[in-house]
């Protein structure tokens, strides 16, 4: 072996050996890992479908209603319905008409005022 060898294999010897020291003494290197004591963040919950504790019974905000947002409420407040004993009283057509929704979604709405009322 010539003499070029013998130096690359020392020089691999002594960075295996400090890599290896170093990974001996890597908890005395790296600080501990940081312990919160904080709660884990909550998810959201789906606000009730019941009507509110200030509101009269039936005259509740539209968007109560699963599948009414805020557009769709000002469609029906332009139509003339504007809470949820309107939407349980009025027709699966009528309502379908003002929304822009098919009547199956009307229907869906009509039962769920229902219920809230």
Same mark, same amino acid.
């Given at each position: 072996?010539?003499?070029?060898?013998?130096?690359?294999?020392?020089?691999?010897?002594?960075?295996?050996?400090?890599?290896?020291?170093?990974?001996?003494?890597?908890?005395?290197?790296?600080?501990?890992?940081?312990?919160?004591?904080?709660?884990?963040?909550?998810?959201?919950?789906? $606000?009730?479908?019941?009507? +509110? !504790?200030?509101?009269?019974?039936? *005259?509740?905000?539209?968007?109560? =209603?699963?599948?009414?947002?805020?557009?769709?409420?000002?469609?029906?407040?332009s139509?003339?319905?504007?809470?949820?004993?309107?939407?349980?009283?009025?027709? $699966?057509?009528?309502?379908? +008409? !003002?929304?822009?929704?098919?009547? *199956?979604v009307?229907?869906?709405? =009509?039962?769920?005022?229902?219920?809230?009322?």
């Open positions: 072996m010539n003499n070029t060898a013998k130096n690359l294999i020392r020089v691999a010897g002594v960075v295996a050996g400090i890599g290896a020291a170093v990974w001996a003494m890597r908890d005395r290197l790296l600080p501990a890992p940081e312990v919160h004591n904080e709660p884990p963040p909550r998810f959201r919950e789906a $606000p009730s479908q019941a009507p +509110t !504790a200030t509101s009269a019974k039936g *005259t509740g905000d539209v968007t109560e =209603i699963k599948g009414i947002g805020p557009v769709t409420a000002d469609k029906l407040t139509a003339g319905i504007a809470d949820i004993a309107t939407i349980a009283a009025s027709t $699966p057509g009528n309502l379908s +008409t !003002a929304a822009g929704v098919s009547e *199956t009307a229907r869906r709405w =009509i039962a769920a005022a229902k219920t809230i009322t």
